[in-house]
DNA sequence: GTTTAATATCTCTAATTTGAGATAATGGTA
DNA sequence: TACCATTATCTCAAATTAGAGATATTAAAC
């Protein structure tokens, strides 16, 4: 009966983690589309511009995209003059992405958009139910990661 | 001060949100594709198993694909003789997917499979911290739908 | 009884993503 | 030095997905 129990819960809790999660980036998604990108470009944005530049691998690995695709979406950003390929002088197997002036700058004209979304997507949880779902968020991410 | 602790706290929320999710579909997707299906096809039969024989636009609307993936992705599963589609007699413009009896037996087997790859991607979680997740999750998606 | 709007499915194209393998560079070891 | 395992990126084909428009049906308004 506990057993039962707790397997109600855990399959409870994937649905709703589910559901939550697309519809919270449903909001972020239409902002971003807005502004002619796909998530996947403005992760890779975000991302330089938030940590500086990266090594393609390591963009992928934050935004949990494959090598792939990482190579297209890097590709269209670059015929977009957002950002820059840098080969690394160290180490040629890496090769730097990083942001073009231009890039830096629409990203800084889209992010007041972008935030507003992100407060309305997320509007449903008081500050302090905000902090109580991402401790727990946390705690699950960080074990699933572990245990994967 | 208040509203940029609010708005940290808002895109904190997205990120773990996004990468908890993530991380635990890591999981069930993986246990899916040994089965030899993808995540959509999986989302079909599970509706049609707990819910039974659906119309296809529900299916679409209960996980969240578009119109023209449902039709290819119940193409799919028909060929593998998962599923029928049977035309309704009331409303000939609605098409019902069922599943047959191959394809019962078939979630009934890798059911159990399913069901240790969910409790090993939420166990990072004890049964209340569930509970409490399942919570917030559900206040946080109902309002993110809603005001979609 | 038309007309009109809405609904359900399907078709088709284009965009996106993955995954396997190729290429090249690095680091360590014998 | 030569060899081997690992790493980073890229290439390419196939799988997946979304989105726009086509067709058929229903329901409601007139």
Redesign the pocket.
Known sequence: MADTQQRNESLELLIVLSRSYNWVTAHTNRDI?RHG?????FGVLEVLYHKGPQ??????EKI?????????????LEKKQLLV?KP?A????????ELTDQGRQFLADIFPSHKEAVEKAVSGLTAEEKRQAIALLKKLGRAAQESF
């Open positions: 589309r990108l796909n998530p996947t470009e090594p393609l691998q390591q963009i992928g949990l995209i494959s090598s792939g695709n990482i190579t297209y979406v890097v590709d269209k390929r690394c160290e180490d040629r197997r890496v090769i730097y992405a």
